[in-house]
């Protein structure tokens, strides 16, 4: 009899143990939460995507914390606001907001000794980065790049000016909404039947960090989002007048290029005396700006600096000009230049430009002047050219190749 006394017992202290496990084990950590607001408010809409929904299970997580005498170390609450706002307002809302969820957690779960950590960001970036990824924005990899390679003060700024406010529209209606948030995490330790160590949340931390309610996606490269772009062009106003040319624009990135041309003609009759010979090359840096620049690399306005080297040979049946001396080496037979242009490049078609440029400098160097006698041609002068005016004027056709171009 005893002995059945004593089986039973061992039977029931057996039961007991065991449920009490599978009660700890039951315990599934919901450790952190998102929460969201509508544009420009920082008042809690219990009936918004779910927030009531989301605020019951985490206050009921920390009950159960609780119960089970873990040691809290805090609540975080982290918020950030979306990039339509100045920055000011962003500031406000994300400080209202984490409040206003710090002030409802105090009212609806009694925790006496659990301190509360607000950290409020205008804007996160790397959260903005993900979604973007995420999403199917045609000009993703425009936006990946203005979000993680232009400075902070300039991105809104590029972003708004992209395809013209098409994009910027586009993730108001779509990314925004899901930047107007707040995580809430609890930290402590020693738990009973604790999956997971939690994760201690540093104010610096971007709050993409949890990827709550995101999918995770794997990071980004901005070196990979670069796009190769260059142009090949000729100036057909050279072309017109019977002088080959061909040059070459490699896009550097944020607007600059760098670019270089070389033209080369050497026509000549001597029974008629008719001398059309030109040969030269140019090198130039250029900052492309404005609207069209932002959506389209190599295109819409720019300015620059060039520099010029070129030796010529010049006369249609009268007084003749060659530039630099006669058989002398490159250096003394060019001439140089340099100065300062400004131009359009205009789009028309998917990978042709047509860009329209005029330098304003200086053109410099000794040249000949010789009339034709006979079969001789006779040396008149020798003079030096110090030209300030005009001494560029370009109308390309520019094919641009590489990357991807809208």
């Not at 009759?269 to 008719?274: A, F, I, L, P, Y």
Request: proline share 4%; glycine share 10%; net charge positive.
């Amino acid at each position: 009899m005893c002995r059945m006394k004593m089986m039973k017992r061992c039977v029931y202290l057996a039961a007991f143990l065991f449920c009490q496990n599978m009660s700890a084990q039951q315990i599934a950590p919901n450790d952190s939460v998102r929460i969201y607001f509508r544009q420009s408010i920082d008042t809690l809409d219990l009936n918004y995507r779910s927030n009531k929904e989301k605020l019951d299970l985490f206050s009921k997580r920390l009950l159960e914390l609780k119960e089970h005498k873990v040691r809290f170390r805090n609540v975080q609450i982290l918020s950030s606001a979306s990039p339509e706002g100045p920055s000011r307002l962003n500031e406000s809302l994300a400080k209202n907001r984490a409040e206003v969820l710090s002030n409802y957690i105090r009212n609806n779960v009694e925790l006496s000794n659990v301190e509360f950590e607000v950290v409020p960001v205008e804007l996160d970036w790397e959260l903005f980065s993900r979604l973007v990824s995420g999403s199917d924005l045609k000009e993703k990899e425009q936006v990946l790049y203005i979000i993680m390679e232009e400075p902070i003060a300039k991105r809104k700024r590029l972003l708004r000016e992209l395809s013209g406010g098409n994009v910027w529209n586009e993730m108001l209606r779509t990314l925004y909404p899901d930047m107007r948030t707040c995580v809430l995490y609890i930290n402590y330790s020693d738990s009973v039947g604790k999956v997971d160590e939690p994760m201690l949340v540093k104010p610096d931390m971007p709050l993409s960090a949890y990827r709550i309610g995101i999918p995770p996606q794997e990071p980004v490269s901005a070196t990979r989002k670069k796009n190769f772009v260059m142009g090949v062009k000729t100036n057909l106003l050279y072309d017109a007048l019977a002088v080959p040319n061909l040059g070459v624009e490699f896009y550097l990135g944020k607007g600059w290029s760098l670019g270089g041309n070389w033209m080369y003609a050497w026509w000549k009759s001597d029974k008629v005396h008719r001398y059309w010979r030109v040969y030269g090359g140019e090198l130039d840096i250029r900052k492309y700006f404005g609207k069209v620049a932002s959506e389209r690399p190599l295109s819409g306005h720019h300015i620059g600096l060039y520099g010029q080297l070129l030796t010529y040979d010049f006369e249609l049946g009268g007084r003749g000009y060659i530039g630099g001396k006669p058989g002398g080496t490159l250096w003394e037979k060019s001439n140089y230049g340099g100065g300062l242009e400004y131009g359009y490049s205009l789009p028309i078609a998917r990978r042709l430009n047509l860009d329209f440029s005029l330098g304003v400098g200086y053109l410099g160097g000794t040249y000949y002047e010789y009339l034709p006698k006979g079969k001789y041609y006779v040396w008149q002068a020798t003079k030096q050219r110090h030209w300030l005016g005009p001494t560029k004027l370009e109308v390309s056709l520019v094919w641009l190749l590489g990357g991807k171009i809208k």
